[in-house]
T-cell receptor, first 112, second 112 residues
Framework: ETGVTQSPTHLIKTRGQQVTLRCSSQ?????VSWYQQALGQGPQFIFQ???????GRGNFPPRFSGLQFPNYSSELNVNALELDDSALYLC???????????FGEGSRLTVL | KQEVTQIPAALSVPEGENLVLNCSFT??????LQWFRQDPGKGLTSLLL?????REQTSGRLNASLDKSSGRSTLYIAASQPGDSATYLC???????????FGKGTKLTVNP
C-alpha cells in the first residue's frame, strides 16, 4: 500500500512569486486535505477536496487555491507569496467521513 | 470554535520512565481524536485514533484515552526509550467541518 507522497520536499521562492505543491493520496482514499505548519506551531487547516471540489476551507486568503484530480491527487497553489508563507505544507488523505487522516512528509517552503 | 491545548510544551525524562502527555479541547462535540508523532522537519505519523464511541486505544507501549465530558485526552507512554524522542501532537476532528484542529504539541526528549 502506497502512502501519501508530496513533492517537492524543499523549495525556495522570493516574495511575489507563485508556487505549486503536489500530493498523491494513499490508495483507497478519496479526500485530500492541506495544512500549513509554521515553525513551533501545530498544523493549520487550509482546505479539503472531495470529488474534485473544495469541501471546507480554513482561514486562509483566496491566493491559496487547490485542485483535486480524478485520480484523487491534488495540488496546492499559492500566489503572490509573502514572507509569512514560509512553512511546512502538509498533505493528508482520508476516506470521507472516517475522521482518520494520514499525512505525507510535507513540502518545506522558504520565501525570501 | 474548537481550541486544543497541550501541556506540557516540553518534557525531558530519563530512559525507562513512564510518562503522560495531556491534551485538552474546548468543544465536547469532538468526533474523533487522533495522536500523532512528528520528528524534526518531517511529516506526521499517526499513532492512535480514538473514535467518538470509544474511550481509549492501545498500541504497543502507547495508550490513549478520551474523556469528552471533561474535554481531555491523555497519551500514556510506558517504559520510554530514546527513540521516542519527538514532538507529539493531538488533534480533534469535528464532524461536519471535515478538519482536524491541532494543539501546538509536546516536545519529548528521552535521555539515555
Amino acid at each position: 500500500e502506497t502512502g501519501v507522497t508530496q513533492s517537492p520536499t524543499h523549495l525556495i521562492k522570493t516574495r511575489g512569486q507563485q508556487v505549486t505543491l503536489r500530493c498523491s493520496s494513499q490508495s483507497g482514499h478519496n479526500t485530500v486535505s492541506w495544512y500549513q505548519q509554521a515553525l513551533g506551531q501545530g498544523p493549520q487547516f487550509i482546505f479539503q477536496y472531495y470529488r474534485e471540489e473544495e469541501n471546507g476551507r480554513g482561514n486562509f486568503p483566496p491566493r491559496f487555491s487547490g485542485l483535486q484530480f480524478p485520480n484523487y491527487s491534488s495540488e496546492l497553489n499559492v500566489n503572490a507569496l509573502e514572507l509569512d508563507d514560509s512553512a511546512l505544507y502538509l498533505c493528508a488523505s482520508s476516506a470521507i467521513g472516517t475522521g482518520e487522516l494520514f499525512f505525507g512528509e510535507g513540502s518545506r517552503l522558504t520565501v525570501l | 470554535k474548537q481550541e486544543v491545548t497541550q501541556i506540557p510544551a516540553a518534557l525531558s525524562v530519563p530512559e525507562g520512565e513512564n510518562l503522560v502527555l495531556n491534551c485538552s479541547f474546548t468543544d465536547s462535540a469532538i468526533y474523533n481524536l487522533q495522536w500523532f508523532r512528528q520528528d524534526p522537519g518531517k511529516g506526521l505519523t499517526s499513532l492512535l485514533l480514538i473514535q467518538s464511541s470509544q474511550r481509549e486505544q492501545t498500541s504497543g507501549r502507547l495508550n490513549a484515552s478520551l474523556d469528552k465530558s471533561s474535554g481531555r485526552s491523555t497519551l500514556y507512554i510506558a517504559a520510554s526509550q530514546p527513540g521516542d524522542s519527538a514532538t507529539y501532537l493531538c488533534a480533534g476532528y469535528q464532524g461536519g467541518s471535515e478538519k482536524l484542529v491541532f494543539g501546538k504539541g509536546t516536545k519529548l526528549t528521552v535521555n539515555p
